[in-house]
């Protein structure tokens, strides 16, 4: 081992990192053409390092185990697995379309985290549908949904979102698959998670108050009510009168109509019931079975309660550890990992936001939410616009392992005589090798951001489907992002519509690649 990494350190001296050799010659490439396969440039890259070993003398590797017959069986992970959408920066980046997408071809789409405060836009043959509950591959007949233990489950908003899908005429009968780990939000859990930002004044967190925030504390306090316990009828009721006494002692002024809430639970409880399961052994028993199950993130990595910019963060773990705790299943069967980022940046709500822009008439910030219309999914909420911030997308990079990037509305920027990328924090001089945990730092007077400089383009690109349709600086622009984070871009969106996406094909994801 410590012969190769001998070698390797002799390869990035010689030709620089596996990553920036893999991608810096696309921006070396005429515009106008289709950059060589990323395959043939680490092919190429393994070569130079074998060359690099025999000249160090160090033998090379033992030969793989010889194949059989039942290879696909021994391991399953090279045939199929759990492939996962994220979110890259704050939220909003357009998630659920690209979930839209993929899910056609999924036999199982799930939710592992967060509840009603995430949202998801999607526009399918004319008709808008907003997701806050219910994944989106919900418009595929042939996909089943899963909500899995580490979501959070306000029961009246979840039954209000399957009304609306069959208004719509979306049928989702034996569809859902409802965990019965998942906790609930209740009521009163909306109305202390308004009380607590309100009396934070000045120092507000920007919460949704969907009551996400109270209802984790109640799970972690371990005095959470579970989704299962409407199974039993009296415990639910037990616990849940437990629950109601504990908030209102907690709370000063919390009243609770615990009755009345009893009774609408007693209602629906016979149908909730039909459409709740153990979901940790439903989703295993299907990838055992051989089906594709894609997982549709909500919120993002920068608003994770542990990797985010704390305390303007939300309650759950966006990112990709929550898949493993969320859905209960093993990181051996993770496959292809998604991140999901915009051609720019926003962000609802307070906290940092290194990259934002003054929103003013005339602005590109106002120019930005303007044409990208930039209001909340969950809360209507006019989101700040910035550049893209590539310090903040190496950080998501790293903790996520994106396997293939999903570039979303590049048509936005469309009408920019310049287009600005984020591509250094620098702090009293000196460069911030990543993202800062404290948050004194992104907002201190000696804090600063680098960019560069893009020339922008005028062209209508919603019509675009290949990728050297794009404009010339267009396309310059996704090989720059893609040069500097060191990860294919295979998806850019070009419009609002839910085709509205470029593809550039599997050998656009390092999932897919295998050195020779």
């Avoid at 000045?202 to 109640?218: D, V």
């Avoid at 409880?269 to 079975?289: F, L, Q, R």
């Avoid at 951001?449 to 996704?478: H, R, S």
Wanted: net charge neutral; with cysteine.
């Amino acid at each position: 081992m410590a012969s190769r990494l001998l070698a390797s350190r002799a390869l990035c001296i010689a030709g620089g990192t596996v990553a920036g050799s893999a991608f810096a010659l696309n921006s070396q490439l005429p515009a106008s053409a289709e950059p060589p396969s990323l395959a043939s440039s680490l092919s190429s890259i393994q070569s130079s390092l074998s060359r690099v070993e025999r000249s160090l003398g160090i033998p090379p590797p033992p030969p793989p185990m010889s194949s059989s017959s039942n290879s696909s069986k021994q391991h399953p992970n090279k045939v199929h697995g759990i492939d996962v959408v994220l979110g890259a920066q704050w939220g909003d980046e357009g998630k659920g379309k690209l979930v839209d997408i993929l899910s056609q071809t999924y036999d199982v789409c799930a939710r592992v985290a967060g509840g009603s405060n995430a949202g998801h836009t999607i526009v399918a043959n004319g008709k808008k549908y907003k997701f806050h509950l219910i994944p989106s591959g919900i418009l595929n007949e042939d996909a089943d949904c899963v909500i899995g233990n580490g979501v959070v489950v306000h029961i009246p908003s979840f039954l209000e979102e399957l009304k609306s899908l069959e208004i719509a005429g979306v049928k989702h009968e034996g569809r859902i698959k409802l965990s019965d780990r998942a906790h609930m939000v209740f009521d009163f859990h909306q109305e202390v998670d308004g009380k607590q930002e309100k009396s934070l004044g000045r120092n507000k967190i920007g919460t949704t108050k969907k009551g996400i925030g109270p209802a984790y504390a109640s799970k972690i306090s371990r005095n959470g009510v579970r989704v299962g316990d409407l199974k039993d009828w009296q415990t639910f009721e037990t616990r849940f009168r437990e629950l109601a006494r504990y908030q209102m002692a907690a709370n000063e002024g919390l009243e609770i109509d615990v009755e009345k809430e009893l009774e609408f639970y007693k209602r629906v409880a016979p149908y909730v019931k039909t459409i709740t399961c153990d979901t940790i052994e439903y989703t295993n028993a299907a990838y055992a079975a051989g089906k594709k199950i894609l997982v549709e993130g909500a919120n993002a990595t920068m608003l994770d309660i542990d990797f985010g910019t704390y305390p303007y963060v939300t309650s759950s773990n966006p990112s990709i550890g929550s898949v493993l705790t969320g859905l209960g299943v093993s990181p051996r069967k993770l496959k292809g990992v998604y991140g999901t980022v915009k051609a720019y940046c926003t962000r609802v709500g307070e906290g940092p936001f290194p990259t934002e822009l003054v929103d003013a008439p005339g602005t590109t910030g106002e120019f930005l939410r303007k044409n990208g219309f930039e209001f909340g999914t969950t809360t209507g909420r006019a989101r700040r616009c910035g550049w893209l911030d590539i310090p903040q997308m190496k950080f998501s990079t790293v903790i996520n392992g994106f396997t293939s990037l999903n570039l979303t509305k590049l048509d936005v920027l469309t009408g920019l005589p310049e287009i600005h990328i984020g591509v250094k924090y620098m702090y009293k001089g000196k460069e911030l090798d990543t993202m800062p945990a404290n948050l004194k730092i992104l907002t201190d007077p000696e804090f600063k951001v680098e960019y560069e400089t893009m020339p922008g383009w005028t062209e209508d690109i919603m019509t675009c489907t290949k990728f050297e349709e794009l404009p010339i600086n267009a396309q310059k622009y996704v090989l720059r992002v893609q040069e500097l984070l060191g990860v294919p871009i295979r998806w850019i969106g070009v419009g609002p519509n839910r085709l509205d996406v470029v593809d550039r094909g599997e050998g656009w994801d390092l999932n897919n690649q295998e050195l020779s």
